[in-house]
């Protein structure tokens, strides 16, 4: 099976604009798992979505927004980006369904907001 | 939320010789414990988990034990070799399916 792709792989912003990632997850499986990762706050859950609908939030700020399509493949937003947006971004699959389980990551997008 | 904590941060071992990462967690509703690994340029890649119905979990050279009543679990690596080295990152899960990590070991193994 082909595992979780993610683009683009790498992304230069300046502050105040918006950026959009995508994210394919395994093929079967039902739940996308957003992170941020940086060096001073480590790894950080964004949201989940699952079936379409956004199943877990994490401590984001409203900038933060994703969605989910029919086909299990995932997006998300960061509007009116700031400096502090520079991340390692994550997405993670999993099949969602009876309790937490196996997530499977993408290689990530690196944003570099100037 | 859970909060999970992970020691040491930073781990040099020779070749051959064993490494351990110790974490523990807050929330005793936690029932899933991943550990991953993370190479440079790469994202995180599962290596072994265990759930809370169980004390030890063994995959060839990667162990994994779980103590809840401390609400600690811990890797165990044994015979390192060289592609070993990366960052290892420790996980809780409670029934949300939100994974909350720790900070992540720089294990290093010389040869």
């Known amino acids: 099976k082909a595992g979780v792709t993610q683009t683009p792989r790498y992304l230069i912003k300046t502050r105040g604009q918006q950026v959009t990632l995508s994210c394919s997850p395994i093929?079967?499986?039902?739940?996308v798992s957003w992170y941020q990762q940086t060096p001073g706050q480590g790894l950080q859950f964004l949201f989940e979505y699952f079936s379409e609908t956004q199943r877990n939030k994490g401590n984001f700020p409203g900038r933060f927004s994703g969605r989910q399509f029919s086909n299990s493949r995932s997006e998300m937003n960061v509007s009116t980006l700031e400096l502090g947006d520079s991340a390692l971004y994550l997405c993670?699959?999993?099949?969602?369904?009876?309790?937490?389980?196996?997530?499977?990551f993408g290689p990530g997008t690196r944003l570099t907001v100037l | 939320g859970e909060n999970v904590e992970q020691h040491p941060s930073t781990l040099s071992v020779q070749e051959g010789d064993s490494a351990v990462i110790k974490c523990t967690y807050s929330d005793s509703a936690s029932n899933y414990f991943p550990w991953y690994k993370q190479e440079l340029g790469k994202g995180p890649q599962l290596i072994i988990d265990?759930?809370?119905?169980?004390g030890e979990k063994k995959d060839q050279r990667i162990a994994v034990t779980l103590n809840k009543t401390a609400k600690h679990f811990s890797l165990h690596i044994t015979e390192t070799q060289p592609e070993d080295s990366a960052v290892y990152f420790c996980?809780?899960?409670?029934?949300?399916?939100?994974?909350?990590f720790g900070a992540g070991t720089t294990v290093t193994v010389r040869a």
């Open positions: 996980a809780a899960s409670l029934r949300d399916y939100k994974l909350s």
């Open positions: 265990i759930r809370s119905n169980v």
């Open positions: 993670a699959s999993s099949l969602g369904a009876g309790g937490p389980q196996e997530q499977f």
């Open positions: 093929s079967g499986h039902r739940s």
